[in-house]
């Protein structure tokens, strides 16, 4: 039985908890405050489930996603990592995370930061551009005709195809962005970032917690994703 591990448990890494629930995977859910703060997510997840360190999800986990703050991604725990495929969904926002020049320069981007933090790690960026209710509400079985698609990067081609099939497990198509370099095309200011999963994306992301949302088909997303402008 694979078990996905989660370095984060707010409103992303909840999200894939519950998704994997759903699909029949267990889980260690973590945070940086410890286990004891995630007793009622646990309760609400159910047997499959169970809190722990962040080394603990890390360790424990044969998939790792990682779903926490930019400014803390020196934080998560290496070795552990090592071979494991992660997959983080972290965004840059200067006025939480502090300055980063590299990515304000575009020199590199987020994944590519983390990346070479994890270095032994087979890192695919995934997750980080839909509103959590969107990513819980949309998730629809395979083969559905009403199936949405989540852009994913990463470095590694296998890496990504194993990414693929974890997120049609979860309730997703995968649209293969490209390499972590390219990851840029689906962070905060893109039209890929947010926009594609909803009803009236007219009112901008900061309508995104009323907006009911709607499908995002994959080409959807691969026109977004084309019409980025760096």
């Known amino acids: ?44 997840l159910g047997d499959r489930a169970r809190a722990g360190t962040t080394d603990e999800a890390a360790q424990d986990g044969d998939i790792v ?5 930019l400014r803390a991604y020196p934080d998560v725990p290496v070795e552990p990592l090592a071979g494991k495929l ?3 969904t972290l965004n840059y926002y200067p006025q939480r995370d502090g300055v980063f020049p590299e990515l304000d320069s ?17 890192l695919v960026k995934a997750f980080n551009n839909i509103y ?8 629809r079985p395979s083969g559905a005709s009403d199936r949405s698609a989540l852009p994913i990067a ?16 979860l309730g997703w198509d995968a649209v ?20 594609p999963y909803m009803a009236d994306p007219s009112v901008g992301i900061a309508g995104l917690a009323t907006d009911p949302g709607t499908t995002a088909p994959a080409e959807k997303v691969r026109d977004a994703l084309a019409a980025a402008g760096r």
């Open 65 to 69: 996603v990682v779903a926490i703050p």
């Open 154 to 169: 990463g470095d590694d081609p296998a890496a990504r195809e194993e990414a693929t099939r974890l997120l049609d497990r």
């Open 176 to 195: 293969d962005a490209g390499t972590l370099a390219d990851s840029w095309r689906f962070e905060p200011g893109t039209p890929a970032y947010g926009a």
């Open 1 to 44: 039985m694979t078990t996905l591990g989660l370095i984060g448990s707010g409103n992303i890494g909840g999200t894939v908890a519950r998704l994997a629930i759903a699909a029949g995977l267990d889980v260690v859910v973590s945070n940086s405050r410890g286990p004891e703060t995630l007793v009622g997510l646990v309760q609400e």
């Open 132 to 139: 959590w209710a969107h990513l819980l509400n949309y998730a």
């Open 86 to 88: 992660v997959l983080e």
């Open 106 to 122: 575009g020199a590199a981007t987020s994944s590519e930061l983390v990346q070479r933090h994890l270095a032994g790690a087979r």
